[in-house]
């Protein structure tokens, strides 16, 4: 096993296309060409972890948060970062994370979350935008089912929980193939016309040298004439945040103590209690301010997230109630998710957790 195949696998997860632009996800150190030994799945990266899979024989570590966020100008042991960084060097381990393309998959960081708390009815809480794409081709009619299987296997045609969708209209093309041409049907020097069909299919950006290839490999003219344009339309799995109903409504007491058994915390910091009933619920693990606003636009009477600011309470306006948990709280179980989906993709490989927390925050 290659640590390339690990990373392949995890960005078919969580495309790093997706990461936002302040983030730095992505292999940190090693190459991607080592054989891979085991894998250690962790939300931090630390020189006790590193050392931890140093132990267990692991040479890649995959973590949520990376290890290098900022520039390095200098790697000389003077804090965590760099200490860790060096440790990591001089033993050959590998470090790839895998951080807010996680959270930006409908079944990422925030999958989790949801399902600790049983919601149902998910969906995005905020969109990303400028991340589907539109290809149009023409293909002659006998030849069309042949392109749209190769296209489909390539990763086109999904919307929602539909896939091999797509669109097609027959007219007729012409073509003249000029000197050293060698066209498919007609000759060369002379116009020809031919019964086509334009077809059309939707792709998410990130495949498209994957969808253009299969086109093109599938297709039977010589020059493939097609169009690739960007779509303003969302993509129902890909942006921040997550929504949902609760399984059955619950006094906002109750909650608050299913929250904390669910994700097992001493204390829940949270705006005043409006006395309603709580039925639909937003979550973002790690800090999720930006989107109290679509929290309430959406219908939320609960938010679930971490590290709001004192003022940043105030923004709930009596309309539901934040919940901040802690951040290492809101995304503990994101090692779970990454050691699942590895286990999943590789069963035979091992795959190892922390034996101890990583959360640098204690409460009294």
């Not at 002379?190 to 998410?204: A, C, M, Q, S």
């Not at 779509?231 to 609760?246: E, F, K, T, V, Y």
Request: aromatic content about 8%; some cysteine.
């Amino acid at each position: 096993m290659k640590i390339s195949e690990i990373i392949s696998a995890l960005e078919k997860l969580a495309p790093s296309v997706l990461q936002e632009g302040y983030d730095n996800a992505g292999l940190l150190t090693g190459d991607p060409s080592w054989n891979c030994e085991a894998v250690f799945c962790t939300l931090d990266c630390t020189e006790e972890i590193v050392n931890e899979a140093i132990r267990k024989n692991c040479n890649l570590i995959v973590a949520h948060h990376p290890i290098i966020f900022g520039g390095l100008k200098k790697i000389t042991g003077r804090n965590y970062v760099e200490k860790t960084i060096i440790k990591a060097i001089k033993h050959d381990v590998a470090i790839y994370a895998i951080h807010t393309n996680l959270d930006n998959i409908i079944d990422g960081v925030n999958s989790k979350l949801a399902d600790k708390l049983g919601l149902s009815h998910r969906r995005i809480l905020s969109h990303k935008s400028a991340v589907l794409k539109k290809l149009f081709t023409f293909v002659p009619v006998e030849h069309t089912n042949g392109v749209k299987d190769a296209i489909f296997n390539a990763g086109a045609g999904h919307i929602g929980n539909y896939s091999e969708c797509s669109f097609s209209h027959e007219g007729l093309g012409t073509f003249k193939g000029e000197e050293g041409t060698n066209p498919f049907v007609g000759q060369p020097g002379k116009r020809h016309e031919e019964k086509e069909l334009k077809l059309e299919v939707i792709f998410p950006g990130w495949l498209q040298e994957k969808v253009v290839a299969a086109l093109i490999k599938s297709h039977p003219y010589e020059e493939v004439a097609y169009d690739v344009i960007s779509l303003d339309n969302a993509h129902q799995g890909i942006g921040a945040g997550i929504i949902g109903d609760l399984g059955k409504p619950m006094k906002e007491d109750e909650f608050l103590a299913m929250l904390k058994k669910q994700f097992g915390l001493k204390v829940v910091r949270h705006t005043r209690l409006l006395q309603k009933e709580i039925t639909r619920v937003a979550v973002c693990g790690g800090a999720g301010s930006f989107l109290v606003s679509r929290a309430l636009a959406a219908g939320a009477q609960a938010y679930i997230t971490a590290d709001m600011k004192y003022h940043e309470f105030f923004d709930a306006n009596d309309k539901m109630v934040i919940c901040d948990i802690g951040h290492y709280e809101s995304e503990q179980f994101t090692i779970e998710l990454l050691a699942e989906h590895l286990q999943q993709k590789f069963p035979t490989f091992a795959v190892l957790k922390p034996d101890h927390s990583t959360n640098p925050v204690y409460y009294f």
